[in-house]
């Protein structure tokens, strides 16, 4: 049978795969430790890891602080593309959307959603 983490890593690379333009996702601990990754860019994923886990925990602060509930995503935009950062549980997820179409925010988080629940469902 296999495990629990070979599961999530394979839904991860599923995930991967589901969406052209995705460059990658990572997962992380609220602390920033790596948990795993697929990616197609060459970044260092420990570091990917501590940032998101960072933002993430900013975003909260100042929803916290704003709007006194936790905050959902946190979507960082550039030129080339966009991060979106979301917690789920203990961890914290990153996905990397190569490409400045911003139509595709809307369906990397449907997809995004759609991985969580799969993994929610895997414990």
Known sequence: ME???ARIEKAIKEFLNSIEGIGGIYVASLD???I???SRVDVDPDR???MIASISAVGDRVSKEL???DSMHVIVQAHTGYIVIKRQGDYVFGVLVQGSDDSSI???MLELDRLLNTIRNIK
């Open 3 to 5: 495990s629990v983490g």
């Open 32 to 34: 920033g430790l790596l």
């Open 36 to 38: 795993t990754h697929a």
């Open 48 to 50: 990917v890891a501590a």
């Open 67 to 69: 709007l006194n509930e």
């Open 106 to 108: 809307g369906l990397t």
